[in-house]
């Protein structure tokens, strides 16, 4: 089976960890991801306690959207979908 170019990387970044004596770094992204979004919007995320995306407002909404954008380019994904798994929106 012919893994796919991110499964190859995060792969590839694993293994460098693990020689390095370096263990479960992935959850480092999901804290910065988190820490971020409370930074740039004022609120915490849901995966922290703050509100769910139905309960935000329309003002709210577009704080969440732009946000995210930038936290996904900071992370290096091309789309948002990912920091909606790492911060529960």
Same mark, same amino acid.
């Given at each position: 089976?012919?893994?796919?170019?991110?499964?190859?990387?995060?792969?590839?970044?694993?293994?460098?960890?693990?020689?390095?004596?370096?263990?479960?770094?992935?959850?480092?992204?999901?804290?910065? #991801? +988190?820490? /971020?979004?409370?930074?740039l919007?004022?609120?915490?995320?849901?995966?922290?306690? !703050?509100?769910?995306?139905s $309960?935000?407002?329309? #003002? +709210?909404? /577009?704080?969440?959207?732009?946000?995210?954008?930038?936290?996904?380019?900071?992370? !290096?994904?091309?789309?948002? $979908?990912?920091?909606?798994?790492?911060?529960?929106?």
């Amino acid at each position: 089976m012919k893994l796919g170019a991110t499964t190859a990387q995060r792969a590839l970044y694993e293994k460098q960890c693990d020689r390095a004596g370096l263990h479960g770094n992935h959850g480092l992204r999901h804290q910065y #991801a +988190q820490s /971020r979004y409370r930074e740039l919007t004022g609120w915490p995320p849901p995966h922290a306690d !703050g509100p769910a995306p139905s $309960d935000l407002g329309p #003002a +709210q909404r /577009r704080i969440d959207y732009r946000v995210c954008r930038e936290i996904a380019e900071e992370l !290096g994904h091309g789309c948002i $979908d990912i920091v909606a798994v790492y911060c529960g929106l």
